[in-house]
């Protein structure tokens, strides 16, 4: 079973007022929740005292995000338990969806054909890395950290533009698709990671328990899309009332 226990990561204790509200509302929706709260300084304590091996490549990543990104992992796979990143909003309690020995991912985003092409996705669906749960020592989290790490190790992340493909959601995905692992279930996007159309919409937001605000501000502007680029990069809504919690894979 997963434990009821938050992870969460920030640069400082000091947390602006909106974050302090999503967070805490993990804990008024969900009794008895355990909150770990980890700053900068105590992320590297960490990973320095129970991930030694992973140490110098840690102090080593020149972004702060790929820290944060890189310790959820360790923190969830050392202790079990959940990690929301601070811009996630609970709307509903977890309940059962932490009664499982697997991993808990969930689907972020329906992508193109032609994006899929161009991520190298096996399936038009991203896994997000913003919020997900596991039982501590979960062999696909296990897996996956050492996949990681030998990747960077082989390749330092230099630009902000290659930090999706190295410890984000795109490394998560790539991994996942090649790894095709038996002990991941994957939620629906409606769950975790809903559009925000559907959060807003009562008819709509019936089986919505998270939601993703998206304040990270790491990407930077990133320029102004073609039409063409933006129709390439569009998210086509899911579906608002699926059948079950979660998304088969077909394997």
Known sequence: MIPLVLHQTWKSADLPADLAAFQQSFVARNPGIALRFYD????AAFVHTRFPRHAA????FRFPVQKADFFRLLVVLDQGGIYADMDMECLAPFGTLL???????????TVTATRQAELGYDQPYQIANCIFAAPAGNDFMAALVDDMAAAIAARPVDAVGGIED????????RFFYARRPK???VLRQIYWVPPDLYADTPLLNGRVRCRHHFKGSWKGAGGVMSLKRRLIERNPLPNPFPAGLWHDFGW
């Not at 900068?40 to 992320?43: F, G, L, R, V």
């Not at 490549?57 to 080593?60: A, C, E, Q, W």
């Not at 190295?166 to 995905?173: C, E, I, R, S, V």
Request: hydrophobic share 50%; aromatic share 6%; glycine share 6%.
């Open 57 to 60: 490549l840690f102090d080593s």
């Open 99 to 109: 009664d499982t020995d697997k991993a808990v991912f969930g689907v972020e985003a």
């Open 40 to 43: 900068d300084a105590a992320m």
């Open 166 to 173: 190295a410890t984000g959601p795109k490394a998560l995905t």
């Open 183 to 185: 002990d991941v279930a």
